[in-house]
């Protein structure tokens, strides 16, 4: 069964790091675009971060930039989102998305997510 799992997540105090990870099972992730989303309590999920396929251009979201980085490895059939200078609006649920298309048709994948609070 393809699937994503995230892993990573936990309570980390404001100013510091975590690294979250995506594991791909039953698929080939390298042909995806990859991404991260997050949804905070009482907020709509939102978009942070994406790696394309191939190319490897990453882009992220404007409140992260600087902070967070998004890298993949298809050697390892993983993609990770690295987390710095966290502050607490940057708590939420984190999800590993995939996408790809094939014959005119999405494939998409969605994790079941992690969590991430940044707290004293």
């Known amino acids: 069964q393809a699937q994503l799992v995230e892993s990573g997540g936990g309570l980390v105090q404001p100013g510091g790091s975590l690294r979250l990870s995506c594991a791909a099972s039953?698929?080939?992730?390298?042909?995806?675009?990859m991404s991260w989303y997050r949804q905070a309590p009482g907020k709509e999920r939102e978009w942070v971060a994406s790696a394309s396929s191939a190319s490897s251009i990453t882009s992220v979201e404007d409140s992260v930039k600087g902070r967070f980085a998004i890298l993949r490895d298809d050697a390892k059939n993983t993609v990770y989102l690295q987390m710095n200078s966290l502050k607490p609006e940057d708590t939420a649920v984190y999800y590993c998305?995939?996408?790809?298309?094939?014959?005119?048709?999405?494939?998409?994948?969605w994790g079941q997510g992690t969590q991430v609070t940044v707290s004293l």
């Open positions: 998305y995939g996408k790809q298309y094939r014959d005119g048709l999405p494939y998409e994948y």
């Open positions: 039953g698929f080939t992730l390298s042909s995806y675009v």
